[in-house]
T-cell receptor, first 114, second 115 residues
Framework: DTGVSQNPRHKITKRGQNVTFRCDPISEHNRLYWYRQTLGQGPEFLTYFQNEAQLEKSRLLSDRFSAERPKGSFSTLEIQRTEQGDSAMYLC????????????FGSGTRLTVV | GNSVTQMEGPVTLSEEAFLTINCTYTATGYPSLFWYVQYPGEGLQLLLKATKADDKGSNKGFEATYRKETTSFHLEKGSVQVSDSAVYFCALRSYSGAGSYQLTFGKGTKLSVIP
């Protein structure tokens, strides 16, 4: 078990381009979360999956954002038509328990939109 | 809505100094409270937690007590080490009502410990 893995670690993209990030959770964790952390702020909740079902989305997740978790394993987060305001660290976490005490975070993907 | 306020950083201390990082929260009900730590280049790691009033969480010499009357969860350590240099986040856990238990974080406090 190598923990929660996120790829890539860093991504620099031009404004208007699409980007996709990947998260591989701990294998026995059926719950997966995405958070976004902007500079000088704490992480903010984006979306939640239980197995392959996306059960909740934050108002922060605009129409340009889409997340999937096919087969209830890895998850992808896609941002279309990136904007400079999308520059942030995108964190993935997984947990085994409904109450969320067992959160394990990945190291994150740092996105820079130029 | 829920919110967490923690003291602004950065905080710079000498090795073996006493550490306090203040954290207060606003929430409906009685949320569980957490401290997370983020070392450079790494993900967030759970440092300690408390699930009800007057609970004391502790780990690696760090302690925090859940004070319902003051809605606070201050982090303390009696003698910091250089290896404690990191960013510390206070967080509360709440049920969204739509199926997930979410974490609401403070802005983080960067601690630097100098030899």
């Amino acid at each position: 078990d190598t923990g929660v893995s996120q790829n890539p670690r860093h991504k620099i993209t031009k404004r208007g381009q699409n980007v996709t990030f990947r998260c591989d959770p701990i294998s026995e964790h059926n719950r997966l979360y995405w958070y976004r952390q902007t500079l000088g702020q704490g992480p903010e909740f984006l979306t939640y999956f239980q197995n392959e079902a996306q059960l909740e989305k934050s108002r922060l997740l605009s129409d340009r954002f889409s997340a999937e978790r096919p087969k209830g394993s890895f998850s992808t987060l896609e941002i279309q038509r990136t904007e400079q305001g999308d520059s942030a660290m995108y964190l993935c976490a997984s947990s085994w328990d409904r109450e969320g005490y067992g959160y394990t975070f990945g190291s994150g993907t740092r996105l820079t939109v130029v | 809505g829920n919110s967490v306020t923690q003291m602004e950083g950065p905080v710079t201390l000498s090795e073996e100094a006493f550490l306090t990082i203040n954290c207060t929260y606003t929430a409906t009900g009685y949320p569980s409270l957490f401290w997370y730590v983020q070392y450079p280049g790494e993900g967030l790691q759970l440092l300690l937690k408390a699930t009800k009033a007057d609970d004391k969480g502790s780990n690696k010499g760090f302690e925090a007590t859940y004070r319902k009357e003051t809605t606070s969860f201050h982090l303390e350590k009696g003698s910091v080490q250089v290896s404690d240099s990191a960013v510390y986040f206070c967080a509360l856990r709440s049920y969204s009502g739509a199926g997930s238990y979410q974490l609401t974080f403070g802005k983080g406090t960067k601690l630097s410990v100098i030899p």
